[in-house]
């Protein structure tokens, strides 16, 4: 499906479904991947973000979750979020007919949220506030009933057995034998850890908390985006998806990972305490989140240009870590204390 079409149909349903001015609005993409994203600027208005999901996205009632948890995050002032905009009807979710597509694809707007993406890790304050952001996300999760909250479950049954990298014979083709060995090995190992803690531990997390969905707002403190893979799951999988994010780039640099691990933390506890063994069970949340990235490239690589460009050496890359974890070498990221 050419993105020119997709755009099409989205500056129509703009018009139709939320009455902004969808032909005169400037649209830049942002993401063409599972959804096509782009921020969409009408004349005279502010920016909005359009999300419409073109390849198996979650289904609407999953979605219509994910903009309720957005909306009382909002209200909460605690951490910036993009909040929600609904149809002139009052609905979250608006089908939309994609030529070629058995089922409707979906399209959802939210207000755009300014700042910066990739917030300078190394800039003083800056890795702390991201700890407290993350925090008051979990906060939030832990003190906020939301009953009707119906999202994927990113536990060690989900991501390891059903993922797409172990489950699928295609995951497992581009893992290729040695690396489909070394993950079934992984999940072997890490399985019983994360059966680990109590209800205190696990509750609405953002599911995909890397450097990239975090921003640096322009009067200070840090915002997150894209909850399109918010579900269930163990505080700890989002603290270990911003560490092990930042790792990638700061390994390099002796200390840098560390000193930014310290001030995140640092960060997180002046908001919450940590949930509880997270200096033992951090390791294999770090192990279950490149779970998590294996399992998204597998399935994304044989339709997606973009993903297929560099998605083999993310692939190589965690396969060779995986290998020597299982080995005896720390995985990346790992912190001998917390």
């Known amino acids: 499906m050419q993105l020119e079409q997709l755009e099409a149909l989205t500056r129509a349903a703009l018009a ?52 309720r948890w957005l909306e009382r995050l909002a209200a909460s002032r605690t951490v ?37 993406a990739e917030p300078p890790y190394r800039r003083p304050g800056v890795a702390e506030e991201m700890g407290s952001a993350t925090a008051h996300l979990h906060q939030n999760a832990a003190t906020v009933a939301l009953p009707e909250f119906d999202r994927p479950v990113w536990d060690a049954e989900t991501i390891l057995l059903k993922g797409h990298a172990l ?21 072997e190992l890490i399985t019983p850890a994360l059966h680990e803690g109590g209800p205190d531990d696990r509750g609405r997390i953002h599911g995909d908390l890397h450097r990239e969905n975090m921003i640096a707002l322009p009067s200070g403190g840090i915002g997150i985006i894209d909850f399109d893979d918010c579900g269930t799951g163990h505080f700890l999988l989002d603290i270990a998806t911003v560490l092990s994010s930042i790792h990638r780039i700061a390994q390099k640099e002796p200390g840098a990972y560390e000193d930014f691990a310290r001030a995140f933390l640092a960060g997180y506890i002046k908001v919450r305490p940590l949930p509880a063994d997270s200096s033992r069970l951090l390791e294999p949340y770090l192990l279950l989140r490149d779970a998590f990235i294996l399992n998204f490239v597998t399935t994304a690589a044989p339709v997606n240009a973009s993903v297929a460009s560099w998605g083999p050496g993310r692939i190589a890359g ?15 990221g790992s912190l001998t204390s917390m």
């Open 80 to 116: 910036a979020v993009p909040e929600p905009v609904t149809t002139t009807n009052g609905n979250y979710v608006v089908p939309v007919e994609v030529p070629g597509h058995d089922e409707p694809s979906t399209l959802a707007v939210l207000h755009w949220l300014p700042g910066t």
């Open 167 to 187: 489950a699928d014979p295609t995951g497992r083709s581009q893992l290729g034998s040695e690396g489909t060995t070394a993950l079934r090995k992984v999940a």
């Open 16 to 67: 139709e479904q939320y009455g902004l001015d969808g032909t005169a609005a400037r649209m830049d993409v942002q993401q063409y991947e599972d959804n096509a994203v782009w921020r969409v600027t009408p004349p005279g208005s502010g920016s909005f973000v359009a999300r419409l999901s073109v390849r198996d996205g979650r289904p609407a009632h999953q979605q219509r979750s994910e903009m």
């Open 318 to 332: 965690i396969v060779a870590n995986m290998q020597a974890y299982v080995e005896g070498s720390p995985y990346p």
